[in-house]
C-alpha cells in the first residue's frame, strides 16, 4: 500500500503569509496526486488535481507542484478562510486511492 | 448544478449493519464513478471503496474487505455503502464522492454512531 506523509502536522501562520505543505508518497506516484481543504462541519473540497491542475473555482492563489514522491501545496497571500484542514490523495493504483494524514493550518 | 444528496444519521448497535445512500443529480449518473470516504470524529481521512456506476464494478479498501458492500440503483441515480459488523471504531461520518479530476464533489455526509 503507498503511504502519504504530510508534513509539518500543524502550521501556524499570519493572514497575508505564504503556506507550503508537504506530501511525500512511499513509492513513486507519479503526478496523481490531489489535494483538499476541508472545514470543521464540510466535507472536503478539491483544490488541485494530477500534482498542479487547479480545480473549477480556486483561487490562483492556490498552486500545486511536484512529481515522483515529493509534492508541495502553496497558498500564497493567505485569507481567513484558507484556515483549515488540508489533505493530500493518490491514486496511482486507482481505483484505490489513499489519504494522507492531513495538515493543520492555524492562524498565528 | 451537481449535488450528492446523502440519507440521515444513524444510531446502531455493535454487530448490526447500516446502509448508507448517496442520490446523484445534475449530472448523467454512469458517466463518473463513486467512493466512499469516511472521517472518524478528530481523525483523517481514510478511502472504503469505490463503485463503476456504469457496469456496477466495485474495489473495496483491505482494511474493509468481507465488511463493505457498495451497489448502484441506476434508475434512482443512487449508490449505497453497507457496512457490517459494526464496532464501536466504526462510529464516524461517511462520505461519497464523485471520480473525475479527483473527488470533485461530495455528499454532505452521514454521522453513523455504533454504541449500546
Request: charged content about 15%.
Amino acid at each position: 500500500e503507498i503511504v502519504l506523509t504530510q508534513s509539518p502536522a500543524t502550521l501556524s501562520l499570519s493572514p497575508g503569509e505564504t503556506a507550503t505543505l508537504s506530501c511525500r508518497a512511499s513509492q513513486n506516484i507519479y503526478n496523481y496526486l490531489a489535494w483538499y481543504k476541508q472545514k470543521p462541519g464540510q466535507p472536503p473540497r478539491l483544490l488541485i488535481y494530477d500534482a498542479s491542475n487547479r480545480a473549477t473555482g480556486i483561487p490562483q492563489r492556490f498552486s500545486g507542484s511536484g512529481s515522483g514522491t515529493d509534492f508541495t501545496l502553496t497558498i500564497n497571500s493567505l485569507e481567513p478562510e484558507d484556515f483549515a484542514v488540508y489533505y493530500c490523495q493518490q491514486r496511482s493504483n486507482w481505483p484505490s486511492v489513499t489519504f494522507g494524514q492531513g495538515t493543520r493550518l492555524d492562524i498565528k | 448544478q451537481v449535488q450528492l444528496v446523502q440519507s440521515g444519521g444513524e444510531v446502531k448497535e455493535p454487530g448490526a449493519s447500516v446502509k448508507v445512500s448517496c442520490r446523484a443529480s445534475g449530472y448523467t449518473f454512469t458517466s463518473y464513478a463513486m467512493h466512499w470516504v469516511r472521517q472518524a470524529p478528530g481523525q483523517g481521512l481514510e478511502w472504503m471503496g469505490w463503485i463503476d456506476t456504469g457496469n456496477g464494478n466495485t474495489k473495496y479498501a483491505k482494511s474493509f474487505q468481507g465488511r463493505v458492500s457498495i451497489s448502484r440503483d441506476t434508475s434512482a441515480k443512487s449508490t449505497y455503502m453497507e457496512l457490517s459488523g459494526l464496532r464501536s471504531e466504526d462510529t464516524a461520518v461517511y462520505f461519497c464522492a464523485r471520480e473525475w479530476e479527483g473527488l470533485d464533489y461530495w455528499g454532505q455526509g452521514t454521522p453513523v454512531t455504533v454504541s449500546s
